[in-house]
């Protein structure tokens, strides 16, 4: 499954509930019929479970999004700090240079003069853009992931190109 957001609060008492994403463009999950939702962002296939979506829209700097089985306020309210996820062939295809974080975590990413610097661990979402957490042993290094440093994806190679040097 790949964790698209987290439910944060009810919104209303219709069994409405505010979503932070993870990740650019959540209006694009309207395309997705189906949302499955957990307890844990890692949780096991089994323990996700789907649910028809009956509405979903852009609400300050997150969304709000209504599913059929959720039909109150309270039921909203059980819900808070659970997380949002789709099988990855459920997701809304990605345009050039777009991708889904969760493409990203794992690769392995290397400067400009071919220095590993470490493997995506994460992703922040800072608001102005997303930073890459790279982690090399016990050393983390915070990589903004724009283009200014970030020169290239390669997802059938798995590695991140950066401007990047590894004292930083």
Known sequence: MIVLGRIVAPFGVKGWFSIRPFGDDPLSWREMPYWWIAPADDAPSGEWTQHALRGCQAHGKGLIASLESIADRDAA???????????????????????????????????EVDETLGEVAGLISTGAHDVLQVRDGDMERLIPFVAAYVSGVDLTGRTIRVAWQKDW
């Open 77 to 111: 309210q059980a819900i808070v700090g659970w997380y949002v996820a789709a099988p990855r062939e459920a997701l809304p295809a990605t345009k050039d240079g777009e991708y889904y974080w969760s493409d990203l975590v794992g690769m392995t990413v290397r400067n």
